[in-house]
């Protein structure tokens, strides 16, 4: 009898998870990267104070610049509290992965490497690298750089595009930390020409006449926020939100502040 019971629980059993199977669906749970932000009611932002216009601090050493506005903008819709956490550009990396901030912001340029490594939203800014020279040395093509010393910034893209120029081929790379120093060796005629990006550097090529840009950008390029890998959920509500700020006019307001003109690109479709 006892047989019999068993047996016919086990039928039972057997047809429940047969009748069932068909619609029982297994759920997977969303990263948590938004839900992270929103319990902590902060977001902390790795930013590069090298980068004028973009993320410098002021006379009252505070963040400020256009990078930096656009954030403090997009947290104030979000209701959350902007943390600007200064970051050692060569090492932004790990400082994301290793989880001491959740974003990284100042001018960083899309690259398919990087697309790899990072979760980017959209493009918010279009820029060009360039060459400045000394106009003293009248030099005036990328040709007339062949087999000179060329500084760039460790962690930029700078010796990657400068790689991947024919005419500059032959050039020799010299790195170094930040931007005023690529400036001072450049003074100092350490080096010929370095590689910089032209909307971070006009106001300064613009206000010191013994700089001179070499009228061929070696690269276009757009810049974009980058996010953890996986951190998909941070990323789109990011997205989205910077996009209705740029619907809602704000994200022009700052680029006319900043650049004297609407240089958005966040609602441009590629």
């Known amino acids: 009898m006892k047989k019999t019971a ?69 947290c104030a819709k979000m209701k959350i509290r902007p943390i600007f956490y200064p970051i050692d550009w060569s090492k932004k990396a790990d400082l994301l992965n290793m989880g001491f901030i959740d974003c990284i912001i100042s001018g960083f340029s899309v690259s398919e490497e990087r697309k790899k490594e990072y979760r980017l939203i959209s493009p918010y800014l279009q820029n060009a690298q360039i060459i400045v020279t000394l106009a003293k040395n009248r030099y005036n093509r990328l040709t007339d750089l062949k087999n000179k010393q060329i500084g760039v910034k460790r962690g930029t893209i700078g010796a990657a595009t400068i790689e991947k120029t024919p005419a500059l081929a032959s050039a020799v790379l010299v790195e170094y930390s930040n931007f005023e120093t690529l400036y001072e060796k450049l003074r100092e005629q350490t080096v010929d020409g370095i590689v910089v990006d032209l909307i971070s550097s006009y106001d300064k090529i613009k206000a010191q006449d013994i700089y001179k840009i070499i009228d061929e950008p070696i690269s276009s390029e757009f810049y974009t926020f980058a996010f953890r890998k996986n951190d998909n959920t941070l990323a789109e509500k990011i997205e989205a939100e910077l996009k209705e700020l740029d619907k809602e006019g704000i994200i022009h307001d700052l680029s006319r502040k900043w650049f004297g003109a609407n240089l958005s690109v966040l609602n441009v479709k590629f």
Request: net charge negative; with cysteine; glycine share 2%.
């Open 6 to 74: 068993w047996c016919f629980l086990l039928i039972c059993i057997v047809s429940f998870f047969s009748c069932t199977n068909k619609t029982l669906k297994i759920k997977y749970i969303e990263d948590p990267s938004l839900a992270k932000i929103q319990m902590k009611r902060a977001l902390v932002i790795g930013v590069d104070y090298d980068m004028a216009i973009l993320s410098f601090k002021n006379d009252q050493d505070e963040p400020t610049g256009y990078d930096v506005e656009i954030f403090e903008a997009l």
